[in-house]
């Protein structure tokens, strides 16, 4: 799969990883590409630097009607939307207390609607008339915490995991139709999710810039990849879970109990 010609979509694209895989596309020869976000002011401000080819889309990716109108006006603006990034997302941590029962029930639906069912919502706008055309594909940014969790944030583990599914069983049931289907795993980035979250347990391993994660998704998008893990650990904590599941937790939980040490609190 690549981006040369294409007509693409971007929700979240107003900020870090949304931005930095826009501009890269548009870089790399897409036809157009559509950046919806709620920030619509950042969502100009990088259509404005991308340039021509590039357009804001005030969006809320939680509003099925919304969702549908968007894909329309990209398709009236420049074709059928070839490649949807369904990228958006949130974060609640389990502050102030840090433990599992923190999280409101006003946060835990949101952060579901956001991380999870604008997937939904968004494939069911695009996938019809992708389903009719060839070189079509939707991608879906969960996490590395979608295969790992995160420590400090049970929402954001949860609702992650459940974007992983969500993308693992659009590609089964859809990859025969010849729909391209990737789930983006990345640990930190930079963006304003991970804005001053240096000393973070998420940013154990670093935190790497948006630009060379995006090249890196393109990369594994090129090699027709469903699982894109730009962070090279990922891949082998992985298979330390699959090989060892109740070592990998008590892994998980000497982590923990290190970061409290160092930093107070467990993110
Ligand atoms: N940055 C990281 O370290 C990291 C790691 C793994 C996964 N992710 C995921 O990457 C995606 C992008 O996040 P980011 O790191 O660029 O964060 P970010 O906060 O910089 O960007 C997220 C964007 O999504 C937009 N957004 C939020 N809710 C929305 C809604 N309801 N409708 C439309 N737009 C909405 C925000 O306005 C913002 O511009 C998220 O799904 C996030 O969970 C990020």
Avoid at 149 to 163: E, M, N, R, V
Avoid at 193 to 216: L, Q, V
Avoid at 228 to 238: A, T
Wanted: with cysteine.
């Amino acid at each position: 799969m690549d981006v040369k010609g294409k007509v693409i979509a971007v929700t979240g694209g107003a900020s870090g990883i949304g931005a930095a895989l826009s501009k890269l596309f548009a870089a790399e020869g897409a036809k157009f590409v559509a950046l919806a976000d709620m920030d619509e002011a950042g969502a100009r401000a990088v259509a404005a630097e991308i340039g021509e080819g590039a357009k804001a889309y005030k969006l809320d990716v939680t509003d099925e009607a919304a969702v549908a109108t968007f894909a329309q006006s990209v398709e009236a603006d420049a074709g059928p939307i070839d490649l949807y990034f369904s990228n958006a997302g949130i974060i609640f941590s389990d502050a102030p207390d840090w433990t599992a029962i923190s999280q409101t029930n006003a946060q835990w639906d949101k952060i579901w609607q956001v991380n999870v069912f604008a997937h939904v919502l968004a494939l069911r706008a695009v996938l019809p008339q992708m389903l009719k055309r060839e070189g079509c594909g939707f991608v879906i940014t969960a996490s590395a915490a979608g295969l790992l969790s995160q420590i400090g944030d049970i929402s954001y583990s949860t609702t992650k995991h459940a974007a992983v599914g969500f993308a693992e069983s659009l590609a089964i049931n859809h990859g025969d139709d010849g729909l391209y289907v990737a789930c983006l795993c990345p640990q930190a980035v930079t963006s304003k999710m991970t804005a001053g979250a240096e000393k973070s347990s998420a940013a154990g391993d670093g935190i790497m810039p948006a630009d060379e994660f995006a090249r890196r998704v393109l990369a594994g998008m090129r090699e027709g990849r469903f699982m894109i893990r730009p962070h090279e650990q990922v891949e082998g904590y992985f298979l330390n879970k699959a090989k060892d599941y109740d070592r990998w937790v008590g892994g998980m939980r000497k982590f923990r109990r290190h970061q409290m040490a160092a930093t107070g609190k467990p993110l």
